[in-house]
């Protein structure tokens, strides 16, 4: 049999949705009613690459690609908050659909006959643009499906309806903090890279930040979007999100989610807001070897003009003498190498056309006035 004339062979979720939406899906998500591993053996031209028994799914190659196909399952959370249990492998198409996050992802798309699957009110809620949950225990079971529904509002410019608003809201106001924060980072990551500052304002004025500290928090004045944008070319796009989470002084539930890096980035940040800085060479040797990130959340949670005046004017600025040059000069390798390349640097800082030969002259000078 060939994999387009299987009965019982769906599309599900995202790219059924971003299809009906008229957006590029990135991956594609097949379910078979049944056991889709079976399934796999059975078909011709197939090469089976990976098997999970457990949850039933099995990855293939077919007509060149990499193809991920899941059994329809069953799901229970028997702790709220954490990874579900799996109860049954080859249930329903229902039964399936109905473990999902919202209706808008819980659509189903026959491969044989393209015949859409809707059993939830996904089309209706797409043409309302509408995010919907499907019971009401959704977001206690899953409290990551609240930071799930800011990311699709955001991408697609939805909303959250009204009731799933009300029981987000009540969610909010009693988090229970244990539950699995690597799944809490994942989506933080997808929603704040998207580097909007609606999802930020959402994300403080609807009070989603509680998902992850207890304590309250302000809306930064500055708009991060915009502050993001104009310096994204020194930025990694895969830091963006550290910026806005950042914004949040305790990260003490995430933190043990966070790579070393990432730690740096949040914490020089904090660190640099202790100190005063009121000159160029201060500003200059705090930030000098920063992540622009780290910068830009400082702009953020301390001073915009400090930190965009490092950026935009003090940078780039670099000293050319080396201490090859020195030793060319005749002076001997001492402590004083470093304490000269400060006293040059905080001449060029305010004029940074400052040549080699002119460092140098400075250079001579210092060591004639400090040895
Ligand atoms: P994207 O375009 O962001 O990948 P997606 O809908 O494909 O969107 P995935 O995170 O890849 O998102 O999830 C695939 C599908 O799995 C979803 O469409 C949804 O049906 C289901 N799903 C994902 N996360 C959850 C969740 N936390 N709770 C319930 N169902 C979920």
Redesign the pocket.
């Known amino acids: 049999m060939k994999l387009k004339d299987a009965d019982n062979l769906y599309y ?4 059924v ?2 299809e009906i939406l008229g957006k590029p ?3 594609i ?1 097949l379910t078979y009613v049944g056991n889709a591993i079976e399934f796999a053996q059975n078909i011709d031209d197939v090469k089976i690459l990976k098997i999970n028994e457990p949850f039933g799914t099995v990855r293939i190659k077919a007509e060149n690609k990499e193809i991920d196909i899941a059994s329809t399952r069953a799901e229970i959370y028997e702790q709220a908050g954490h990874l579900p249990t799996v109860t049954q492998i080859g249930c329903s198409l229902k039964e399936d659909v109905l ?3 919202f209706t808008i ?2 659509m189903a798309k026959s491969v044989k006959d393209n015949k859409i699957i809707d059993y939830t009110g996904g089309l209706e809620d797409i043409k309302n643009k509408k995010i919907r949950i499907l019971h009401d225990n959704s977001f206690i079971d ?1 409290p ?2 609240i930071l ?1 529904a800011l ?1 699709f509002a955001v991408r697609f410019d939805f909303s959250l309806d009204e009731h799933s608003k009300e029981l987000r809201d009540k969610y909010l106001e009693n988090v229970n903090y244990d539950m699995s924060f690597k799944r809490v980072k994942k989506e933080l990551i ?1 929603t704040f890279n998207l580097n909007s500052q609606a999802a930020y304002d959402e994300f403080i004025s609807s009070k989603i930040y509680k998902l992850i500290t207890p304590s309250e928090i302000t809306k930064s004045q500055l708009n991060i979007e915009q502050l993001i944008n104009k310096y994204i070319h020194l930025i990694n796009p895969d830091n963006i999100w550290l910026v806005y989470v950042g914004t949040i002084r305790d990260l003490d539930n995430l933190k043990p989610t966070l790579t070393k890096e990432e730690q740096k980035i949040i914490s020089d940040a904090y660190t640099a807001t202790e100190k005063n800085l009121n000159n160029d060479y201060e500003i200059y040797k705090t930030f000098e070897n920063m992540k622009a990130e780290t910068i830009l959340l400082y702009a953020v949670i301390k001073n915009q003009k400090v930190a965009e005046h490092y950026l935009s004017d003090l940078k780039d600025i670099k000293i050319q003498i080396t201490g090859k040059d020195l030793m060319e000069m005749n002076i001997p390798p001492s402590t004083k190498y470093q304490e000269c390349f400060d006293y040059i640097l905080k001449t060029k800082l305010y004029n940074p056309n400052l040549t080699i030969i002119q460092e140098k002259s400075l250079a001579k000078e210092f060591f004639s006035t400090n040895c």
């Open positions: 599900i979720g995202g790219i949705r971003d899906s990135f991956d998500d473990r999902r996050d992802n819980a899953d990551t499906r799930r990311k997808e």
